[in-house]
């Protein structure tokens, strides 16, 4: 077997018939079903009105929602998109200047925003509804997404590896069971989690409840940045479970040391103990005077090699890992357990930053970029209920390949008459025969 001469292939001039996204008629169609296009149109005509408007701000959002799907990190990548001619007749046959797009995103205002975020969640929560699950379960995480210019809301504050440098600090909810948003918020840089956080958290929360239904259980996990008593006291009176990493303060670290009442659930082949469990006897001072009822769990072990190290006895070689939670009856070490799944909540994370650029800012203004940073989550939420529609075997893809497979699909434009035909390969996917 040999290659052949590439120069003895000829090229032909250019075909305007061909578009690389063939597949976008489907995500298109399945958007028309849900009414999203006539959604966009109701909720933000307002920020743009007039008898002279060419470009709608539904049909704006609706092309920014195309240019997210199918990869472009950037508005700026909308000057490429505009060389293919089944985006633009999907657009509406004529595609905007890029500053249009800038300035469109830059209407966005407080009410606007917040109105995007709950259209957002709302797509994310059709995904839950659909389970029906007995007990579901929310995990809330930040993240830092560093910049390099001078954008609004660009300020120092948390960041492990680029230490000083300007970022904004967006948190989010995500249902495990479904791998969908259904919360998010836009933050500066300088924005820790805490109490401030306690207020949109339990917005999400009541929206989710709403959808769900009052008999499904709620268990919601953070990290240690959730030990936040105002935060604790909004969870109990909502009626939700938590399970929370604790903050390991001088006096906690007092209580676990002084602790003798260890169960052994784990034991090595020579019978001895490598994973124990405890509900240890404390409170904190701010506990009490909110009158709050804290259970707190902890295990030790000597085989875990992941997460942040605990070592609290000099003469021993076990680690402790230390959660809150309002749930009295679940044994330490399902609780330990529930806990690591929201690990699943990073891979989120990171498919939103490499699929779909939420670390890109759009705008040097702050609403420009709150406004793409949801319509990124807004396609996410979207392409999963297409798979979910279209190809259900392939819920597990992750969202490189389902562009691969679904929508960067190579076709033919053909007019016949007053009827335009796409001609595509047909859908193949080897792995599944």
Known sequence: MRRPDPTAITVDPTDRALTSFGGLIGFAAFLRRLGIDRELSRRYSRLKAGRNVVYPMGTQLRLLLDTYVV??????????????????????????????LYDDLARFDDDAIADLEALMAEHGLARVSCLRPARLHVDIDTTVTVL?????????????????RPS???????????????????????????????????????????????????????????DCTALLRALDDLGVLYVIKARVTYDLGCALTAH???????VDAQGRATRQVATVAFSRDEWREQALSVRVVAVRSRDRDTGRQLHLWAESDFTT??????????????????YDGRAGIEPLIAELKNGFALGKATSACFHANHAAFLLKMLAYNLLRRFVDDHTPALASWRVAWLRRALLLR?????????RLTVRTAPLVIPMLV
């Open 71 to 100: 990869g472009e990190a950037h508005v700026f990548g909308v000057e490429a998109l505009a060389a293919d001619p089944l985006f633009v007749h999907l657009a509406g046959g004529v595609v905007s200047s890029i500053d249009t």
């Open 321 to 338: 890992q230390v959660y809150l939670t309002n749930d009295w009856h679940a044994h330490e070490a399902d609780l330990a357990r529930s």
């Open 168 to 226: 904004h600090h967006p948190i989010f909810a995500r249902v495990a069971e479904a791998d969908a948003v259904v919360g998010a918020l836009l933050r500066p840089g300088n924005r820790g989690f805490g109490a401030q956080d306690v207020e949109p958290i339990v917005g999400w929360l009541r929206r989710m409840r709403a959808a769900v239904g009052p008999d499904t259980v709620i268990v919601v996990r953070i990290d240690a940045a959730g």
């Open 260 to 266: 003798r009442a260890w169960r052994t659930v784990d």
């Open 148 to 164: 390099f210019g001078e954008q609004e809301g660009a300020l120092p504050g948390p960041n492990p590896r680029y230490h000083g």
């Open 410 to 418: 190579p076709g033919r434009l053909v007019r016949s008459g007053r």
